[in-house]
């Protein structure tokens, strides 16, 4: 592995009056954005336009309007430049993960990034040696417990090395002493970390938090400052009834 010189792009990722509407229903509207400090959240309510956001950045979704840019590359147009560019870690592994054994998993991307089929398996032996994991390489992936699985995702995607790692809530449904250790082993990657979550705590020390919502930014600035008005929001929202009107 070559994770601790990893080098990141300084030209990051640029939105240009991105949208994205779909069924007459507009989710994202006119953001421009350059995305170049090394960490990154984005904040907002279910249904702010978050993971709308994170899809079009990995090029999973095309802007309906606007453009798009990773590195000066359009990830909708050139899936194999992203492979070397950007790693995605969902928030459920279960939607991420599609092979029997832990090795196979992890070199998957590997061959998927032109490496023969011995080259990928001895990446992923080393990928796993390093993180205190060489017993799991023939382990059925079906045994892992749900945060053992998050972290093979996040393991499959250091392994190709990507230069800029999108994270969509990725303690959602891990127990604490697991978020403790991915929080330890994600603080210490060189890679740009760009942040999908509800929680202002997950987010306070980044260099940069964008405050989404309803599909437009409310704020953008430094994360201490831009986190506290979040979270008083919330507290503000959380002192009112709002869903009263759904009882019959």
Not at 2 to 26: E, K, M, W
Not at 80 to 103: C, K, W, Y
Request: one cysteine or more; hydrophobic letters at 45%; aromatic letters at 4%.
């Amino acid at each position: 592995m070559r994770q601790t010189n990893l080098p990141t792009s300084d030209t990051g990722i640029l939105l240009d009056g991105a949208s994205y509407a779909v069924g007459g229903r507009t989710i994202l509207s006119g953001l421009t954005l350059r995305l170049t400090e090394r960490r990154i959240g984005i904040l907002g309510q279910n249904g702010s336009g978050k993971t709308t956001l994170l899809r079009l950045m990995a090029g999973l979704i095309a802007p309906t309007a606007g453009s798009v840019a990773v590195e000066g590359t359009d990830p909708a147009k050139d899936r194999r430049a992203m492979l070397s560019a950007l790693g995605i870690l969902f928030q459920n592994p279960d939607h991420q993960i599609i092979f029997p054994t832990v090795e196979e998993e992890l070199a998957f991307g590997l061959r998927q990034m032109g490496r023969s089929g011995t080259e990928a398996r001895k990446a992923a032996l080393a990928v796993l040696a390093a993180h205190g994991r060489a017993h799991w390489a023939r382990a059925p992936v079906a045994t892992l417990s749900h945060g053992q699985r998050q972290l093979l995702c996040l393991l499959a995607v250091l392994a190709m090395e990507p230069r800029t790692i999108l994270l969509d809530e990725p303690f959602a449904g891990l127990d604490l002493p697991m978020q403790i250790r991915l929080t330890r082993l994600l603080g210490g990657l060189p890679q740009r970390l760009v942040t999908i979550t509800h929680d202002p705590a997950m987010v306070e020390d980044y260099d940069r938090v964008i405050w989404l919502e309803a599909g437009q930014v409310r704020r953008d600035g430094p994360a201490g400052p831009v986190a506290g008005e979040y979270r008083a929001e919330m507290r503000r929202l959380g002192g009112f009834d709002a869903d009263t009107h759904l009882a019959g």
